[in-house]
């Protein structure tokens, strides 16, 4: 039992958690799920919501596909693989609208396109297929939550800066605004796309400037 639960939490499987988190974030590293990014962080709200739909299709599919992983035919694993995760995006939808109705209106499409996500295919390609369903575990919480603090960062700067509140609540005074006579305004830049893409730049060079292994590999 001891030797499990060590061998699980070596050192080496720990790494599948920490290394997604910057080394190799799925988004500013190996820029991936990048439409997500640009399209639902307008509110925090939305972006928490996507992130945590992304960690449950991930971490299930990734368990399940290293789970029967030696039963799979090589032909046909890439449409196991979409079947499985087109089963749990559906899910994750239906629970959507019917327990946050207005979120998922706002989320739209997006949590469909889920299915064809490039985080989610690419670790199930890279890893679950290869690994037990222990490690696959770990690996997808670690890519997950890499996936989510980039979704959180910009989600809280583009909905501070554009719409004056955090999660929905308003931060800034309407009496600081400029048309009540104050001196603040917000940035309708802030909730343009393309403002997340610029954002997600700055966080990819800032990791960049700061992580001498990262700039050693370029």
């Not at 997808?140 to 980039?150: E, P, S």
Request: charged letters at 15%.
């Amino acid at each position: 039992m001891s030797t499990k639960k060590e061998s699980l939490f070596s050192k080496k499987n720990m790494k599948l958690i920490k290394d997604p988190l910057n080394d190799s974030n799925p988004v500013s590293i190996q820029v991936l799920g990048i439409c997500s990014a640009l399209a639902i962080t307008i509110m925090l709200e939305n972006a928490f919501v996507m992130s945590m739909s992304v960690l449950f299709v991930l971490i299930a599919a990734n368990v399940v596909v290293s789970s029967i992983r030696n039963l799979i035919p090589d032909k046909i694993r890439i449409i196991v693989q979409l079947v499985i995760v087109a089963t749990l995006v559906i899910t994750v939808d239906l629970v959507l609208k019917a327990f946050v109705y207005e979120v998922s209106k706002q989320l739209s499409v997006f949590v469909g396109l889920i299915i064809t996500n490039c985080i989610i295919m690419g670790r199930l390609e890279a890893f679950a297929l290869a690994n037990k369903p222990g490690p696959a575990f770990l690996d997808a919480i670690g890519n997950a939550f890499g996936y989510t603090w980039i979704l959180l960062v910009v989600g809280f700067i583009r909905e501070i800066f554009g719409s004056g509140s955090v999660w929905g609540v308003k931060i800034v005074p309407d009496s600081w605004l400029i048309e009540n006579g104050g001196f603040y305004e917000h940035n309708g830049l802030m909730l343009l796309s393309p403002i997340a893409l610029f954002l997600v730049a700055s966080i990819i060079w800032v990791q960049r400037s700061k992580n001498r292994k990262l700039i050693e590999a370029n």
